[in-house]
């Protein structure tokens, strides 16, 4: 079955402590990226990344890394996490049928809710 | 800058209504998505379309590059069509653009 495996689901952490987001894909999509969602505000992109060793700052980048090492898999880490950074977390995939954009089906994984203490 | 602007922001309809809801951008756009967001629930895909128009069951979508300008069409709304719709553009280089959302009630 086509999907994209976020992890953990649902996270509740201390100022401070990094912390990783895992998100796998089984498609070999080139395409994986990064959203937060927060009432009022929408998704907005974090990061994302067009093939393997490629990455690029989204939207709102700030306290956010990430890597792409392998084809399947993009975690997102917070380093230092802030209360500000709770929020629910998307992870998307998409095949690359064009250049230029986003120009596949996205595919999303279920979520993590991140709250920061 | 490009920005996504979606109408309404909110709507309620009777079941069997025809709903449309619009998507502005403002930047010629490699595609336009058209996401699906169920209260509680994830985010599908319903379309992704850069010209013309698509058609799923009761979802239609249109698109109209001169005008810059995305419709979603619902026909016979049901109350499980209840969730937020979300349109998006595809960028140029992977940086997706998100309208903030119109949250649909469909009543019975």
């Known amino acids: 079955e086509a999907q994209v495996t976020q992890n953990p689901r649902y996270l509740i952490t201390v100022t401070g402590k990094k912390l990783t987001v895992t998100c796998s894909q089984n498609?070999?999509?080139?395409?994986m990226s990064w959203y937060r969602q927060d009432p009022g505000l929408g998704l907005r992109q974090i990061y994302y990344?067009?093939?393997?060793?490629?990455?690029d700052k989204g939207d709102v980048p700030e306290g956010y890394k990430v890597s792409r090492k392998e084809k399947r898999n993009f975690p997102l880490i917070l380093e230092s996490p802030s209360p500000n950074q709770t929020s629910l977390y998307f992870c998307?995939?998409?095949?690359?049928?064009?250049?230029?954009?986003?120009?596949?089906?996205?595919?999303f994984g279920e979520g993590s809710r991140l709250t920061v203490l | 800058k490009n920005e996504v602007e979606q109408s309404p922001q909110n709507l309620t309809a009777q079941e069997g209504e025809f709903i449309t809801i619009n998507c502005s951008y403002s930047?010629?756009?490699?595609?336009l998505h058209w996401l699906q967001q169920h209260p509680g629930g994830g985010i599908v895909s319903l379309f992704m379309l850069s010209s013309g128009k698509k058609k799923h069951g009761r979802l239609i979508a249109t698109i109209n590059i001169q005008e810059k300008h995305s419709s979603l069409h619902i026909t016979a709304s049901h109350p499980r069509d209840s969730a937020v719709y979300i349109c998006?553009?595809?960028?140029?280089?992977?940086?997706?653009?998100f309208g903030k959302g119109t949250k649909l009630s469909v009543k019975p």
């Open positions: 998307a995939s998409s095949l690359l049928v064009l250049a230029g954009g986003v120009t596949g089906e996205l595919f």
């Open positions: 998006a553009d595809g960028g140029s280089q992977g940086n997706l653009i």
């Open positions: 990344s067009m093939n393997v060793e490629v990455t």
């Open positions: 930047v010629g756009i490699s595609a």
């Open positions: 498609m070999n999509h080139e395409y």
